[in-house]
Nanobody
Framework: VQLQASGGGLVQAGGSLRLSCADS????????MGWFRQAPGKEREFVAA????????YYADSVKGRFTLSRDNAKNTVYLQMNSLKSDDTAVYYC??????????????????WGKGTLVTVSS
């Protein structure tokens, strides 16, 4: 698994961005995928996760209703659509892959694979 995140940038509050995370490996469809973020001076936190099949998605309360996570297993890519962005969403966003959806959702330290982050800056 080799993850490459992209799509970050500067956006005004209320705007939208779509992050992508592509896997150059051959086992993408076997892994549950997630997005996490880390704001300056804060710990990395869970944002959203999607099961390997794409059937189920999970969101942090802070982004529920604003962010949508999806995946295209044919393209080895997961997408995070972020709408109604707020200044509190400013952070470096990381994609991740793990074989357990429970670990993905509850134990950041247990996650096996991480991509390099992409910076999202929301100006107020």
């Amino acid at each position: 698994v080799q993850l490459q995140a992209s799509g970050g940038g500067l956006v005004q509050a209320g705007g939208s961005l779509r992050l992508s995370c592509a896997d150059s490996g051959r086992t993408f469809s076997r892994y549950h995928m997630g997005w996490f973020r880390q704001a300056p001076g804060k710990e990395r936190e869970f944002v959203a996760a999607i099961t390997a099949s794409g059937v189920a998605t999970y969101y942090a309360d802070s982004v529920k209703g604003r962010f949508t996570l999806s995946r295209d297993n044919a393209k080895n890519t997961v997408y995070l659509q972020m709408n109604s962005l707020k200044s509190d969403d400013t952070a470096v966003y990381y994609c991740a892959a793990h074989s357990s959806i429970a670990i993905m959702r509850q134990k950041i330290s247990g996650i096996h694979y991480w991509g390099k982050g992409t910076l999202v800056t929301v100006s107020s």
